[in-house]
């Protein structure tokens, strides 16, 4: 870490946070610019300058940037962020540049469950798609002449954790890039960038703006040429985001450590409380001392996310919980204010039992939260 990393990073996260991206302050001018709504810009004379065309660039873009830049890689001005429409627009702004017919991939088994659909996608172009589990690493095995190793830790919805550094070491020993999916530990729980991968991607939909009413997403990196393929697909695909919703997402970014923490330390209680209740199995949560992934996730982890997942008995005993529960929505999605939880399997796709519960927790009342969810348990019990 350079001087001015170290410097930036010295300060506290919620320092950080309630001054991220905000340009030097202007006599008259409010701290966050508001958003600039453009489909073009004036531009007398030659091509110059840094907007030229709303799908180009814009300056509410560019500050959200630079915030989560600072959030991502303090203090370290190499790293180039680039905001997309979605998440999903961001991962696929790194996949489909990347890759090349002929290439092989290495996904994780137990990811985001779009994935299948974009193994399918790439595998119609010709790229050679292999998984393999999060857990104990499992995508080392598959390693071998890949192109680009995908990791997302921890996993959406089985809460695995892998070593990144230890994946990034043998990926770039073979010359191969490493993406993480940095979306359920946000910025301020791990910095995949400082574990040496190069690209942190992530969906912004989730905690990072935390307030279930937009839709964002991005990619942090440091490889110049790497980040130029990525902007140069965003241009071409026109996954753009709003400058509307990049000014939320900005201003909601002011209370992300407010809101981490909070939401992080309840995940941490409702885990806790959920553990003592013979009717939940496979309880999942990184930062549960005895959970599988504890070990891991606490040396590359600085904060451990606001997901906890579960298995009731039965697929009718999880739909009586959800129906019970009423400071708890039932609905896809996590990281927001409002807590939600879904079973899963209604889904399809994900390799989990029919009463397998992820739960997203929010902003409540640790004490009123922990009621509702043990009043459901009580009143869902036939
Ligand atoms: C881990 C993970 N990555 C990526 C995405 C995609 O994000 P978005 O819905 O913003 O496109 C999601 C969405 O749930 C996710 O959970």
Redesign the pocket.
């Known amino acids: 870490m350079t001087d001015s990393a170290k410097d930036e990073d010295r300060k506290g996260d919620g320092t950080r946070a309630v001054r991220a991206g905000l340009p030097e302050p202007v006599k008259h001018e409010p701290a966050l610019p508001g958003p600039v709504f453009a489909a073009h810009f004036h531009l007398p004379g030659d091509v110059t300058g840094p907007y030229v065309y709303g799908r180009d660039g814009n300056p509410t873009w560019t500050l959200l940037e630079r915030a989560i830049g600072e959030l991502e890689a303090p203090g370290q001005g190499d790293v180039e962020t680039l905001v997309f429409a979605?998440?999903?627009a961001a991962?696929s702004s790194v996949l489909f540049s990347q890759l090349r017919a002929g290439d092989a991939v290495v996904l994780p088994s137990d990811g985001?469950q779009?994935l299948p659909l974009v193994r399918a996608q790439l595998e119609a172009y010709g790229v050679e798609v292999r998984t393999a589990p999060t857990g104990g690493d499992g995508q080392l095995e598959v390693l071998d002449g890949a192109r680009l190793l995908w990791i997302?830790s921890p996993s959406?919805p089985g809460l695995d954790v892998c070593d990144i550094r230890r994946l990034v070491t043998a990926a770039h020993a073979q010359g191969a890039l490493v993406a993480v999916?940095n979306?359920?530990a946000t910025p301020l729980g791990q910095r995949p960038l400082e574990l040496g991968a190069d690209f942190s991607v992530a969906?912004g939909?989730?905690q990072l703006t935390g307030h279930g009413d937009l839709?964002?997403?991005y990619v942090a990196g440091r490889d110049a040429e790497a980040m130029a393929a990525v902007r140069s697909w965003r241009k071409i695909v026109g996954a753009i985001a709003g400058p509307l919703e990049a000014w939320l997402a900005h201003r909601s970014i002011a209370t992300l450590q407010l809101r981490v923490d909070r939401q992080n330390a309840t995940a941490l209680a409702v885990a806790e409380a959920l553990k003592r209740r013979g009717e939940v199995s496979g309880l999942r949560y990184p930062g549960l001392p005895d959970d599988p992934s504890h070990k891991i996730a606490a040396q590359q982890m600085r904060r451990y996310g606001c997901v906890v997942s579960f298995t009731l008995p039965t697929r009718a005993r999880a739909e009586r919980f959800l129906q019970a529960l009423r400071l708890v929505e039932d609905a896809t999605?996590f990281g927001g204010v409002r807590s939600t939880a879904e079973r899963r399997l209604r889904w399809g796709g994900d390799a989990v039992p029919e009463g397998f519960i992820r739960m997203s927790v929010g902003a409540e009342d640790p004490e009123d939260l922990i009621a509702d969810v043990l009043r459901a348990l009580d009143e869902s019990a036939e």
Request: hydrophobic share 35%.
């Open positions: 979605s998440g999903m991962m985001y779009v997302e959406n999916d979306t359920l969906s939909t989730k839709l964002l997403g999605s």
